[in-house]
C-alpha cells in the first residue's frame, strides 16, 4: 500500500457533528409534541429534509429552513412566529457551536502530516466547515480543504485528479460507508471506515464490506500502524 | 503582459443574478407594504442580511433566512405562516430558476479558451454555484469552478498558489470592485471590470480606481484584443 494522500472526512471524523442534529431535532420534536408523537416527528422531519436535499443540499442553513418548513406542515400553518424564531436561533447556535473535536485525533494528524500529504474532504458548507476548521486548530496538519457538494465517485475521482495521484496512492477516512467508503473504493482507492456512535439515517449502509482496500478500525490511531 | 489563467467571477459576469435577488426584495417589500413603507423595508432587509453575513455567508438559503427573520420583525410577530410559506418558495424559485447568460459570454469563453486556462472564482453556495454552471452549458471551457467563502485578497493568494501560478500571470474579470478586482490588485494580479447594471450595495465601491493592471471594459469580447 503505497500512499501519497491521506482524506479525511470533517463531521464525526474530526469532530462531533451529528450529536448537534440529533440535539436540535429532539428541541424541534419537542417543541410540538402538542400536535404530532414525538417518533412521527422524527420521521416527517426526515422526510422534509430530503425532499429539500436536492434543491438545498447539506448544512445546517438547509436544516433551519427544513425545521421551519415542517414546522408550518406539522402544526397545520399554526406555529406561532415566536416559534419559528426559536426555529431561527436553533440553526444560528448550531452554526456557532464549539468544535469538539474526536478523541485523539490531533496526534494522529501530527503524526500522519510528517510523511503524507493530508487533506479534508467533506461535504456540506463551504464557509460552515471553514470555519469549524479555523476553530478546531487542526488547519496546519492539511494541505487543504475541499468541500465537495456531494460525495459521489465522480467527485471523488475530481479529488484524486487534482491531486494529481493515481487513486490506488490515495486514502480516505471516514465514519459514513456511503459517503467516504463505498464511492472511495469503487474508483479504485483505499477507505479506512471509522465509525461514530450516531450515524445520520441518510448516511446508513446495510451491507458489510469485504473489499482488499477496505479497512474497519475502532479508532484513529490505528491508521498510524497500518501504514508503518 | 503574460496572462497564464484567467478566472471569471460567476454572478453578473457569467450570469444574471443580481436581478433575481432585487425582485425577491421587490416581492418581500411589496408584501408587506401595509407594515412598513417601500424603501424602509428595503433598508431593513439589508441590515437583516448584513447582520446575517458573518454567519451564514453568501446566497440564496442565507437569503431566505433573512427574508424570514425581516418578515417577523417587519411586522412585529404579526406574519402569518401563508406568507412565511410564501417566503420559502421565493427562494425555491430562486434556486431552481433557469440560467440566463449574459450577452456574448459564451463565445468569449470559446476564444479565450484556446490559449488560456480558464478558471470560475466565485463566492457563494457550492451546490448553487455547481448546479448554475451545469445548467449554463459553460462547463466545458473552464478548468475548474473554484468556490470561496470569501473574496479577499487571502482568499486569492490562496487560489493563484493553488494555480501554481505567479499573481502576475493571473486575469480577474468581474463586475464587482469589491470582491473582483481591488482584492486581485491587492496581491499583484491583473484585474478587468466589467459593470452590470445592478449592483448590490454591499458590493458597491466609491473610489475610482487607477492603476497599471486594472482596465475597466464595457463588455467582455474587449478581453480578446486586449490578450492579443
Given amino acids: ?21 440529533r440535539d436540535a431535532e429532539d428541541h424541534f420534536c419537542l417543541l410540538f409534541n402538542d400536535y404530532i408523537p414525538y417518533e412521527e416527528c ?4 426526515f422526510k ?9 443540499g447539506y448544512g445546517i442553513k438547509p436544516f433551519t429552513l427544513s425545521l421551519i418548513e415542517a ?6 400553518n399554526k406555529v406561532s412566529t415566536k416559534q419559528i424564531s426559536e426555529l431561527i436561533a436553533l440553526g444560528k447556535e448550531m452554526l456557532d457551536a464549539p468544535v469538539q473535536l474526536i478523541d485523539g485525533i490531533e496526534n494522529v494528524l501530527s503524526t500522519l502530516s ?17 470555519r469549524k476548521l479555523d476553530k478546531s486548530g487542526l488547519a496546519k496538519y492539511f494541505h487543504h480543504i475541499e468541500v465537495m457538494s ?12 487534482h491531486l494529481d495521484i493515481k487513486p490506488q496512492e ?17 474508483i479504485g482507492g483505499h477507505a479506512f471506515h471509522i465509525p461514530f456512535h450516531t450515524t445520520w439515517i441518510h ?20 491508521i498510524i500502524e497500518l501504514l508503518k
Avoid: C
Avoid at 500500500?1 to 442534529?21: G, H, S, Y
Avoid at 422524527?42 to 422531519?45: A, G, H, K, W, Y
Fill in 114 to 130: 510528517r510523511k503524507h500529504k493530508l487533506v479534508v474532504a467533506t461535504k456540506g458548507d463551504l464557509l460552515d466547515q471553514e
Fill in 203 to 222: 448516511e446508513q449502509v446495510a451491507e458489510e464490506i469485504q473489499h482488499i482496500h477496505f479497512k474497519e478500525l475502532a479508532k484513529a490511531s490505528e
Fill in 71 to 76: 414546522a408550518i406542515e406539522i402544526t397545520n
Fill in 150 to 161: 456531494d460525495k459521489q465517485p465522480k467527485n471523488y475521482t475530481k479529488l484524486v485528479n
Fill in 48 to 56: 422534509m429534509e430530503m425532499r429539500n436535499l436536492p434543491m438545498y
Fill in 42 to 45: 422524527q420521521e416527517q422531519l
Fill in 1 to 21: 500500500m503505497q500512499i501519497n494522500t491521506i482524506a479525511f472526512d470533517a463531521d464525526d471524523t474530526l469532530w462531533v457533528n451529528e450529536t448537534f442534529f
Fill in 170 to 186: 490515495f486514502l480516505m477516512v471516514g465514519n459514513s460507508l456511503k459517503s467516504d467508503i463505498l464511492p472511495v473504493l469503487e
